[in-house]
Every structure is written in C-alpha cells, then in structure tokens.
C-alpha cells in the first residue's frame, strides 16, 4: 500500500466527535444515489480499539464496489484487502459484503457473502444509524458521508466479552 493517500485532515476530530456520540462542525453530505456513490475503487484505514484489552490495532488496505445483480435487481459486491497491524505482528485481511438495492439506487440492504441479513443503509441525509445483533454481541454502526470522495464508519461492538469501538475512514483513490 501506498502510504501517499491523504485523508481528510479534520478526520481525528470527526472521528472522536462521531465516537463520543456528536455530530461534528462539518455538515454531512446527503447522498441520493447510494449505488454510484459506492461503486467503484476505494482505500481505507480502520482503528480497532479493544477497551477490555486496551489495546488499539490498525489496518489499511483498498476496498472496491463492483456490480453484481441480485435477484434481477441492482447490486453491488463490496471485497476489502488489506494489511491488519497488531503490534507484534502484521495479518493479512479481507472481508465482502453484498449490497443489493431498489430500482432507484438509494438504500441498500446490507448482507454478509453467505447471504444472510446484516442492515439496511440509507445515506440520503448524509448520515445513519444501524444495528446488528450476532448471538450475546451487538453491533451499532454509525455511516457518515464527509465528501464527495470520502465517508466514514464506526462500530461500536458490545457484549459478554467484547468491548471495541471500531472506527474505518475510506477515501477515493
């Protein structure tokens, strides 16, 4: 990877005015056709901080949104590649996900690559909130469109043995 690629210089205060449960002072970017915003080459970084070992993991990598049909319908498969950097040693990562949508392009339901249902997102007002419970843990997720060109995620995961706020800006290469 690339270590060239700029990301959004206000992106630590975003990212803790997001964390924190704010809004921060740069208005979201309302988003009316989800399907060709995403679509397409994208790079991220992600922060993983575990607060029950208190320890704070990064990664980066590319992501990209090509076109898959689903049942006849618009849809995008998202595959992420990237570099997981725990401190004492470096993993190889990956990770896809299929967004299928409406006719108009402008929600998506979220489902991981064995099919079943993650979440909805919908970033018509530029910003949305999710849930996903998975067993004891649950998941809520926070998508925040900050560009034209870059957007962000948050995860809060909490249960009987997790405990991790993690946080993955993308950026257009």
């Not at 992600?46 to 990598?61: P, S």
């Not at 995008?76 to 896809?96: F, K, P, S, V, W």
Request: a negative charge; hydrophobic letters at 40%.
């Amino acid at each position: 990877m690339s270590d060239a690629v700029n990301f959004p210089e206000d992106r630590d205060r975003i990212e803790r005015g997001v964390e924190q449960g704010r809004s921060s002072a740069t208005a979201p970017v309302h988003v009316h056709n989800l399907l060709e915003y995403l679509h397409g080459a994208w790079l991220f970084e992600r922060k993983v901080f575990d607060a029950l070992r208190e320890e704070t993991a990064t990664a980066k990598g590319a992501a990209r949104f090509v076109d898959e049909l689903m049942n006849g319908q618009p849809g995008l498969r998202y595959r992420e590649e990237g570099e997981l950097d725990l401190g004492a040693i470096t993993l190889q990562t990956e990770r896809e996900y299929i967004y299928g949508f409406l006719a108009d392009g402008g929600v998506a339901e979220v489902r991981f690559a064995d099919g079943r249902f993650f979440h909805v997102l919908d970033l018509s007002k530029g910003m949305v909130r999710v849930e996903h419970s998975c067993g004891e843990d649950i998941y809520q997720g926070l998508f925040r469109v900050l560009t034209d060109q870059a957007w962000l995620s948050v995860w809060r995961v909490t249960g009987p043995r997790k405990s991790q706020v993690i946080t993955t800006h993308f950026i257009r290469p």
